[in-house]
């Protein structure tokens, strides 16, 4: 079995954690795990939920240089998709279009571990789950850019006040002065 992103390099075989198996590359050390591997070990599992990150999130990784690189499916040859991880460095994992198996470039494994998304890979490739995470996105920008214009200590008002209006019976009232207020 050949690396999709190292040509000519052979996989050799490892263990993940969990007792998954998988091949790695030695050069490129990037993972293949074949569907069938997953999905086993995916059976042996309780829970299989997954949700979107704060795209803000620092966790020290720096993405393969390798990762803007296409490859073929070690197992079939078919095309490998990819589904962004939209972190503060944002990479790609990969999923054979026709298999159904994963290719993670060196270190994207142990992230997707620590996030949680390792146990239902499949679902990153949903427009579901890629959309949800768009708006996940979307909403730390916003909060980030509220806190560069009000300052900490107003904007964490702003927050408090926008998550009381949401609970209160009648907060679209209160939304409704805020908004007649500011027109004037």
């Not at 159904?100 to 998304?117: F, K």
């Not at 990153?124 to 214009?149: C, G, I, N, P």
Request: hydrophobic share 35%.
């Amino acid at each position: 079995m050949q690396c999709p992103k190292d040509k000519g390099e052979s996989l050799s075989s490892i263990i993940l954690s969990g007792n998954l198996a998988a091949h790695q590359c030695p050069v490129c050390e990037g993972t293949w795990v074949s569907a069938d591997d997953y999905e086993s070990w995916q059976a042996s599992l309780s829970d299989r939920s997954i949700e979107p990150v704060p795209a803000d999130l620092d966790l020290g990784y720096e993405p393969s240089p390798l990762d803007a690189k296409g490859g073929l499916c070690p197992d079939c040859g078919g095309y490998l998709a990819r589904a962004r991880i939209g972190l503060k460095h944002p990479f790609y994992v990969e999923r054979c279009v026709k298999c159904g198996g994963v290719w993670c470039d060196r270190g994207e494994w142990p992230v997707l571990e620590h996030l949680g998304l390792h146990v239902a890979v499949e679902q990153l490739f949903t427009s579901d789950w890629q959309l949800r995470s768009r708006e996940r996105e979307y909403l730390d920008r916003e909060r980030r850019a509220t806190v560069e214009k009000l300052g900490d200590d107003l904007a964490q008002r702003v927050f408090d006040l926008a998550d009381q209006l949401a609970k209160h019976p009648n907060g679209d009232f209160g939304v409704a002065y805020l908004m007649r207020r500011f027109e004037q």
